[in-house]
Structure formats: structure tokens, C-alpha cells
């Protein structure tokens, strides 16, 4: 799908005063289009690589016209978006987002309604939605795969800020081994990879590929290690420990990782607690730092010695300033 497709598509559901509108917006805002902002009496945004974007009722740029989003709109835009039944999504509005054809998250804000024991279960009074555009980019992955995966499988980590390219990515990694002749697992419980539908992936994810879709991950690597014999394992956005033991306890059965995480730099990677939960494990090969520059993904690749380097040196920082008594810095540790 190229990026006029997804973008008409992810507007699809949107309701028709919206729609109309944004359908007219010029190609190249189509292209560079991340996420559609859709916020009760606000102007309609659109987030266009870091710049926001407010389209009038033309499609036209204005900075004093654009589209303001009545109550009536976002409600009708909601339940078209629940494709008419809020009921049948419930599971999925009480973790904050849809998943909608095409593999576009919808992001969804409102009042949470809660029971006696603090848990959600439903959201009501919706305010915002918050458009995430799945872009398909066949070979933004190739420098990554030439470097890496010449000789045989590596376990690799993906990282990188929100809408820095992570997902992408790794679809196309997967694509590529996969077509490749390596039988790999996509793990997509957030439903964004595969954009499957009925059973079908409308993203291309090669020939050789197995999809648990909506499965909670560890649920879903535990049957891909008993039933599927996968030489790889694709993931995105280990979360917590039970998930770094899934992956952990995959790899030492003999399968490949990919594994994606929320990070800005190599010194997120070597403080966080979650990225050094991952290293400890002793799995992984390399890490890949993604970030976004217009539409181009720029990617650098660690090995895990550069890794443990940038974590012994945070380390010692710690230590020192621990030594001059720094309570903040201890907490941290």
C-alpha cells in the first residue's frame, strides 16, 4: 500500500465533514502524514514530521480555518471507527487504542469508568483520537539486513522514539528473511505489523511467515517455540519481565529474535531498566538505534561489546557522583 492508499485508508473512518475535508489534502502531506489528531473543539491536525499541519474544509493549509471538530463529529467519527459496535472492541478501547483495516492504531482518550478494584472497564465521554499511520516501506531495511544477517541469525534489538520507524523496520526485516527461506513468527499482539484482517496480511510479511495476531506475547511465543519450529522470532515492544523471559527462554531453545523498544539514544539503551532487563539475558547480538529525518529512517548499529562499553561507562558516572553524594543519582540505582 503506498502512502496515498494509507492514508485515505486510515481517514476511512473517520466522519464525513472530517473525511471530505482531509481526502483533498495535497500528496505530498499524504506522504509525509504520521498521525491525524481529532480533538473535541479543536482544529484537525495533522502530524507531518515533526511540523502540524491544519487543513480548512478544501483540504488547504490554513492557520486560522482549519476544520474544528464539534462533539456530534468525534462521536460519530468513534463509532464509526468501532465499525458501528463499541461492545465488540471493549477489550480493546479499556488498553486505549483500536487497531483498525490496514493496521492504522487509533489512539482513544475519554473518562475511564472503573471497579472496586481500580481495573477499567469501559471509557466513556471520548474526547480525542489519535490517528497512527501504518506505512509500508519495502527495503528500508536492507542496509540493516546486509550488515547483520550475512552469515546466519543474529538476535537483534530494534530501538528507537516513538514514530522513529521501529515498526517498519522490522516488518521489513521480517519480509526480507522470511523470502529469504528462514520460517519466522510475528508476534503482533498491538496488531500494527501484519495489519491482518480476516486472516489475511494486508502488509507483506513474505512467504515464510506466521502471524499470532491479537495474542498476548508471552502466550504467543511459548506456542510458536511448541507448535510453529520458527528459525526466527519478531516482536514489537517488550514490555515487561515476563515478556524478556519469553523471548529470553525462545533464544535458547536455538531461535532468532527481533525485538522492538522505546528508546532515545545509546544511553537510554544503558540506563533503562527495561533495555538492560533484555542485555542481562546474554541473547542478543546487536542493538539498532532508529531515528526519523523527514522520511528517512537513519540507523545505527552496535554490537553488544559497544553496548556493554556504554553501560560500563554509565556505571562509573553513577559511582562517582554517588561519591559526592548525590541522592538523586543513588535513588536512580
Same mark, same amino acid.
Given at each position: 500500500?503506498? #502512502?496515498?492508499?494509507?492514508?485515505?485508508?486510515?481517514?476511512?473512518?473517520?466522519?464525513?465533514?472530517?473525511?471530505?475535508?482531509?481526502?483533498?489534502?495535497?500528496?505530498?502531506?499524504?506522504? /509525509?502524514?504520521?498521525?491525524?489528531?481529532?480533538?473535541?473543539?479543536?482544529?484537525? &491536525?495533522?502530524?507531518?514530521? %515533526?511540523?502540524?499541519?491544519?487543513?480548512? $474544509?478544501?483540504?488547504?493549509?490554513?492557520?486560522?480555518?482549519?476544520?474544528?471538530?464539534?462533539?456530534?463529529?468525534?462521536?460519530? /467519527?468513534?463509532?464509526?471507527?468501532?465499525? #458501528?459496535?463499541?461492545?465488540?472492541?471493549?477489550?480493546?478501547?479499556?488498553?486505549?487504542?483500536?487497531?483498525?483495516?490496514?493496521?492504522?492504531?487509533?489512539?482513544?482518550? %475519554?473518562?475511564?469508568?472503573?471497579?472496586?478494584?481500580?481495573? $477499567?472497564?469501559?471509557?466513556?465521554?471520548?474526547?480525542?483520537?489519535?490517528?497512527?499511520?501504518?506505512?509500508?516501506?519495502?527495503?528500508?531495511?536492507?542496509? &540493516?539486513?546486509?550488515?547483520?544477517?550475512?552469515?546466519?541469525?543474529?538476535?537483534?534489538?530494534?530501538?528507537?522514539?516513538?514514530?522513529?520507524?521501529?515498526?517498519?523496520?522490522?516488518?521489513?526485516?521480517?519480509?526480507?528473511?522470511?523470502?529469504?527461506?528462514?520460517?519466522?513468527?510475528?508476534?503482533?499482539?498491538?496488531?500494527?505489523?501484519?495489519?491482518?484482517?480476516?486472516? &489475511?496480511?494486508?502488509?507483506?510479511?513474505?512467504?515464510?511467515?506466521?502471524? #499470532?495476531?491479537?495474542?498476548?506475547?508471552?502466550?504467543?511465543?511459548?506456542?510458536?517455540?511448541?507448535?510453529?519450529?520458527?528459525?526466527?522470532?519478531?516482536?514489537?515492544? $517488550?514490555?515487561?519481565?515476563?515478556?524478556?523471559?519469553?523471548?529470553?527462554?525462545?533464544?535458547?531453545?536455538?531461535? %532468532?529474535?527481533?525485538?522492538?523498544?522505546?528508546?532515545?539514544?545509546?544511553?537510554?539503551?544503558?540506563?533503562?531498566?527495561?533495555?538492560?532487563?533484555?542485555?542481562?539475558?546474554?541473547?542478543?547480538?546487536?542493538?539498532?538505534?532508529?531515528?526519523?529525518?523527514?522520511?528517512?529512517?537513519?540507523?545505527?548499529?552496535?554490537?553488544?561489546?559497544?553496548?556493554?562499553?556504554?553501560?560500563?561507562?554509565?556505571?562509573?558516572?553513577?559511582?562517582?557522583?554517588?561519591?559526592?553524594?548525590?541522592?538523586? &543519582?543513588?535513588?536512580?540505582?
Amino acid at each position: 500500500m503506498d #502512502y496515498k492508499s494509507s492514508f485515505d485508508c486510515a481517514i476511512s473512518g473517520l466522519c464525513d465533514e472530517i473525511k471530505n475535508a482531509l481526502i483533498r489534502v495535497d500528496d505530498d502531506v499524504k506522504q /509525509s502524514c504520521n498521525e491525524i489528531r481529532v480533538r473535541i473543539d479543536k482544529p484537525i &491536525i495533522l502530524v507531518c514530521n %515533526g511540523e502540524n499541519i491544519t487543513p480548512d $474544509i478544501n483540504g488547504k493549509r490554513s492557520a486560522t480555518s482549519g476544520i474544528i471538530c464539534t462533539k456530534n463529529m468525534l462521536n460519530d /467519527s468513534f463509532i464509526r471507527i468501532c465499525e #458501528y459496535s463499541v461492545h465488540a472492541h471493549s477489550s480493546e478501547l479499556i488498553r486505549g487504542f483500536i487497531t483498525v483495516k490496514g493496521g492504522h492504531r487509533v489512539g482513544i482518550t %475519554g473518562t475511564a469508568v472503573v471497579d472496586d478494584k481500580n481495573n $477499567i472497564t469501559a471509557i466513556r465521554d471520548v474526547s480525542s483520537l489519535n490517528i497512527r499511520i501504518a506505512k509500508e516501506i519495502k527495503g528500508c531495511a536492507s542496509d &540493516i539486513y546486509c550488515k547483520l544477517y550475512r552469515d546466519s541469525v543474529k538476535n537483534i534489538i530494534l530501538a528507537g522514539p516513538p514514530s522513529s520507524g521501529k515498526t517498519t523496520v522490522l516488518r521489513d526485516l521480517v519480509r526480507k528473511l522470511s523470502d529469504d527461506g528462514k520460517t519466522v513468527s510475528v508476534i503482533d499482539e498491538r496488531q500494527e505489523i501484519t495489519a491482518m484482517n480476516k486472516g &489475511i496480511c494486508f502488509c507483506d510479511v513474505g512467504l515464510n511467515t506466521d502471524v #499470532y495476531y491479537g495474542y498476548p506475547k508471552v502466550t504467543a511465543i511459548n506456542m510458536a517455540v511448541r507448535t510453529m519450529s520458527p528459525e526466527v522470532i519478531a516482536v514489537d515492544e $517488550i514490555c515487561d519481565e515476563n515478556e524478556v523471559q519469553a523471548v529470553a527462554r525462545a533464544a535458547n531453545c536455538g531461535i %532468532g529474535l527481533i525485538v522492538t523498544m522505546h528508546a532515545n539514544d545509546l544511553t537510554d539503551i544503558a540506563s533503562k531498566y527495561q533495555s538492560l532487563e533484555l542485555l542481562r539475558t546474554g541473547v542478543f547480538d546487536a542493538v539498532v538505534i532508529l531515528e526519523r529525518q523527514k522520511n528517512i529512517y537513519v540507523k545505527t548499529v552496535y554490537d553488544i561489546e559497544e553496548i556493554n562499553d556504554e553501560i560500563y561507562r554509565w556505571r562509573t558516572s553513577l559511582d562517582e557522583f554517588d561519591a559526592c553524594g548525590d541522592k538523586n &543519582i543513588r535513588a536512580l540505582r
